[in-house]
């Protein structure tokens, strides 16, 4: 048996993860409710009526904003609502669907991020579209799942001598049962996640972002670099575009196909 764990999808890319018992995912769209809003940088063009990919180093992002992971988020998919907290205390709660809420959500950035700003972040979306940080290899990888191996992480927690917090590493599949890095054999084969085929597409490199630890917002392990030392390289997870879709819910098995 090899059970997912747990899901998750980041409404907001950069804010909190979501935990959530289910999803929807089908071909082409990707896993729902995931990086559908971004931070842009004051100097970032982007058009929703014709939206293209950027670099990540385009936005609000934990490789860089490390501030950002001291902030719990919740997104209220019925109303289009989105809140923000630290420490228990709500600080703001915006309608994402109406220009007031979006320009409460810029100015509360503003002020949080404390003059590291050139300017003031636009809140943007467009319909259909991921702000994932491999939506600038192809649309399809935008609307790619992202995966991770609970064994792999133990492994490489091993190396480090301490515990490794796995949303350090911001997947919406986590899953149990595998050995580790026994995921990467699956490169360009199909799996089944409950009752969804997917093909595995491409590993996951990792950057800094994964050197912020999601319960202090310190940069206190740097993990590109311990997986480099450890295994020779600085992958953890795989990425997986949809091929039949379905429902997936934590307890569900993954497998080879």
């Given amino acids: 048996m090899r059970p997912i764990e747990q899901l998750y999808r980041y409404p907001v890319k950069g804010l909190s993860p979501e935990p959530v018992a289910a999803a929807r995912v089908e071909p082409g769209q990707g896993f729902p409710c995931n990086r559908m809003f971004a931070l842009a940088l004051s100097d970032t063009p982007f058009d929703p009526a014709a939206p293209a990919p950027q670099p990540k ?13 001291e902030l719990s988020t919740r997104y209220d998919d019925e109303h289009g609502t989105l809140t923000i907290a630290r420490g228990g205390e709500t600080l703001l709660v915006a309608r994402l669907d ?17 003059g590291r700003l050139a300017g003031r972040p636009r809140l943007v979306s467009a319909p259909g579209f991921q702000f994932t940080d491999v939506s600038v290899v192809s649309e399809p990888m935008m609307r790619a799942v992202s995966l991770i191996n609970r064994a792999s992480v133990e492994a490489l927690a091993e190396k480090v001598g301490r515990p490794i917090h796995p949303l350090r590493f911001r997947a919406n599949v986590y899953f149990a049962g595998l050995a580790p890095w026994e995921e990467f054999d ?16 491409k590993r996951t490199m990792r950057c800094a972002a994964t050197q ?7 940069r206190d392990i740097d993990l590109p670099r311990e997986l480099r030392q450890a295994f020779g390289h ?12 379905g429902t997936v819910r934590r307890g569900d098995r993954v497998a080879l196909a």
């Fill in 57 to 69: 180093t385009r936005f609000l992002m934990l490789q860089r904003d490390e501030t950002l992971a």
């Fill in 98 to 114: 109406e220009a007031q809420g979006r320009a409460a959500v810029e100015e509360f950035f503003v002020g949080f991020m404390a």
């Fill in 186 to 201: 699956w490169l360009d084969r199909e799996i089944v996640l409950g009752s969804v085929r997917a093909r595995v597409v």
């Fill in 212 to 218: 912020v630890n999601p319960e202090t917002a310190q």
């Fill in 234 to 245: 600085a992958d953890m997870g795989v990425y997986a575009e949809i091929v039949a879709g």
